[in-house]
């Protein structure tokens, strides 16, 4: 909704003049390590420049001990809890380049790199008896993270396109490589 009102606005506000600068969102699903989802706002300026910021999630994947940790323990998970799981979230801003391949400029290659901040979800099993049974509980931490998301845009129409290319988060905890196809929806090009 932000898109399209920022977008008919900025058109309905400069009717005579024809600006250089777009603005859309995208969304995007991602493979890889872990299936994750992408959901972004950018921005560019003259055509050559791109500012993005955006938040990115890999599904919750379950997760199970160790083989050494199972040798002496036996699952005893409570029945209201849930199995246990791990997954994180990204908040990250992005700047980078972008160079148009044809004149008509509905091809176009993005090369953009930025810092981020991961939180990350993930069990931590414990010996709850003697009788060598477990339970888990579900730590947080967040860590600060590199983003690096290169991609082919193709815009379609002056508002609708799509995008394919991969995407790198990189931080002390773990590195996360993905490649993701999405949907871009706004201002995106210019007539």
């Not at 250089?20 to 959901?39: C, F, R």
């Not at 999630?57 to 246990?84: G, H, I, Q, R, Y």
């Not at 990204?90 to 700047?95: A, D, G, S, V, Y």
């Not at 981020?116 to 509980?137: H, M, W």
Request: hydrophobic share 35%; glycine share 8%.
């Amino acid at each position: 909704m932000a898109t399209l009102v920022s977008g008919a606005q900025w058109t309905d506000s400069k009717p005579s003049t024809t600006t250089k600068h777009t603005l859309y969102s995208s969304g995007e699903y991602l493979v890889g390590d872990q299936q994750a989802g992408k959901l972004g706002m950018s921005y560019t300026y003259n055509n050559k420049y791109i500012l993005s910021v955006g938040y990115s999630a890999t599904f919750k994947t379950t997760v199970t001990p160790s083989d050494n940790f199972l040798k002496s323990a036996t699952n005893v998970t409570p029945a209201t809890s849930v199995e246990p799981f791990e997954n994180s979230e990204n908040l990250h801003m992005m700047m980078g380049r972008i160079f148009n391949l044809n004149e008509k400029k509905n091809l176009r290659v993005v090369i953009q790199a930025g810092p981020g901040i991961t939180t990350f979800r993930e069990p931590e099993f414990a010996l709850v008896n003697s009788n060598s049974q477990y339970n888990f509980e579900t730590k947080t931490s967040k860590k600060l993270s590199l983003v690096i998301n290169p991609k082919l845009e193709m815009p379609l129409h002056a508002t609708v396109g799509c995008s394919v290319g991969p995407m790198v988060v990189v931080n002390s905890n773990q590195t996360y490589i993905g490649a993701g196809i999405g949907i871009m929806y706004g201002l995106i090009k210019n007539n």
